[in-house]
């Protein structure tokens, strides 16, 4: 630390001095999150002094978490339910596979090596819950679709079995299982089926209304436990805003920590202090967009989601599948290479080598028109001198 400090001034210069390295958003085709929502980043910049883990004092700011709750609840068709704000799809997918242990404790089922049946596209953020609360991972590997079938889930249930995890909307290629499925033919066991809605929850209810055929994931399906939603992704609130949410009004309850000082409401959260900045932000964000304005935002991203595809397929580029949401995979040879060659010329996108080399491009609000018109001839570029590289490569060996 300086032992006298530099003025303001200078301080917002050398921010902004590194800060201009950070990529703009027009480059930018590997995030599910976006340039947030001005009201969101203006209001959360009026509660930047707000903590929600002290709630005696933010006793307003705690009124508006409630009313997000609330409102995500009935978005999600579940208007009895219970839940909290969190931190992001990691800590909401950590805070509902404890609820599924201690659930699995509770009736007495808590066996000496409890299991969760999960696919084998499962967000990594379950990785890091199942070394952190000594669950381990039954994987069963998708189907062609990549979708978790309903059939196997039921097959890998045990005494051990503690909770069940399906995706909508998977962070790599953008799919939904079969969630309607998945609770029909696991109903009869008692396992908590979670959600992982952290990518899809701000899209499917919109794509459904507008017609897209994607299969029902929420609270409306009998037997789902909880949902991971995720503000902060298609729901263009600023970071970190999460939510995890639970079909039994006692569901949030269950996972309850209390302080060491008398009076004090107890955590339901793995955060203690806490910004409250993030509610007043997806508040102020829900209410300005209320579903019309999400379902516009849908319909443009679909849009853009089908002119990427044509433009793709014109260059004779070769999709993994047709898109389900807003993801496009692309199949491809030296997958890293032609991303680190991209990555030379100012443009991130991520790659995946699972089934075969793919380039995965993330279509949302910042990735327009102008942005594939620009992006398709560079990746095609791309593609051409790799190969090329490599061709020669492999002939001077
Ligand atoms: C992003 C994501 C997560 C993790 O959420 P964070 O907000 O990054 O903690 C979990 N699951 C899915 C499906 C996701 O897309």
Redesign the pocket.
């Known amino acids: 630390m300086r032992a006298v400090g530099v003025p303001a001034s200078d301080v917002r210069r050398r921010i902004a001095e590194e800060m201009k390295d950070d990529v703009s958003w027009d480059r930018v085709l590997n995030s ?2 976006t340039e947030p929502h001005p009201l969101g980043v203006e209001m959360a910049a009026a509660a930047a002094h707000t903590n929600l883990g002290d709630v005696r004092i933010f006793r307003g700011t705690k009124r508006i978490e409630r009313k997000v709750v609330e409102l995500l609840l009935s978005f999600l068709g579940n208007a009895d339910g219970s839940g909290n704000l969190v ?7 950590l805070i509902a596979m404890l609820v599924a242990r201690e659930s699995a404790r509770a009736r007495g089922r808590l066996t000496a090596r409890p299991e969760v049946v999960v696919s084998s596209t ?5 990785d890091k819950i199942f070394a952190v609360l000594g669950l381990s991972a039954v994987v069963v590997p998708v189907d062609e679709a990549m979708r978790l079938p309903a059939d196997e889930v039921a097959r890998r249930i045990n005494d051990n079995t503690v909770a069940v995890v399906a ?5 790599e290629f953008g799919v939904v299982d079969p969630v309607d499925e998945i609770g029909a033919r696991i109903r009869a066991h008692e396992v908590h089926l979670h959600v ?5 929850g701000f899209i499917i209810p919109f794509a459904r209304d507008l017609g897209h055929d994607l299969p029902q994931f929420d609270f409306s399906v009998d037997g789902v436990d909880s949902i ?1 939603i ?1 503000p ?2 298609y729901g263009l609130v600023n ?2 805003a ?1 939510a995890i949410l639970f079909r039994e009004g006692e569901g949030a309850e269950r996972f309850s920590f209390d302080s060491f000082f008398i009076g004090t409401p107890v955590h339901n959260t793995f955060l203690g202090t806490r910004p409250g900045s993030a509610a007043v932000a997806t508040y102020a964000v829900l209410e300005n967009l209320g579903r019309s304005g999400f379902t516009q935002i849908t319909r443009a991203n679909y849009e853009t989601t089908g002119y990427l595809t044509t433009r793709l397929k014109e260059k004779g580029f070769e999709l993994l599948m047709e898109p389900q949401l807003n993801i496009v995979a692309v199949k491809v040879a030296h997958a890293a290479l032609i991303s680190q060659r991209l990555e030379s010329w100012g443009w991130i996108v991520s790659t995946s080598r699972r089934f075969v080399e793919t380039i995965r491009l993330v279509v949302t609000r910042h990735v327009t028109r102008d942005v594939v018109d620009e992006f398709v001839p560079v990746l095609d570029l791309a593609r051409h001198e790799i190969e090329a590289e490599v061709a020669d490569g492999d002939r001077t060996k």
């Open positions: 599910i999150c931190s992001g799809g990691t800590e909401a997918n499962v967000h990594f953020s379950f995706t909508a909307g998977s962070s992982d809605a952290a990518t899809g991971t995720d902060h992704k970071v970190p999460g």
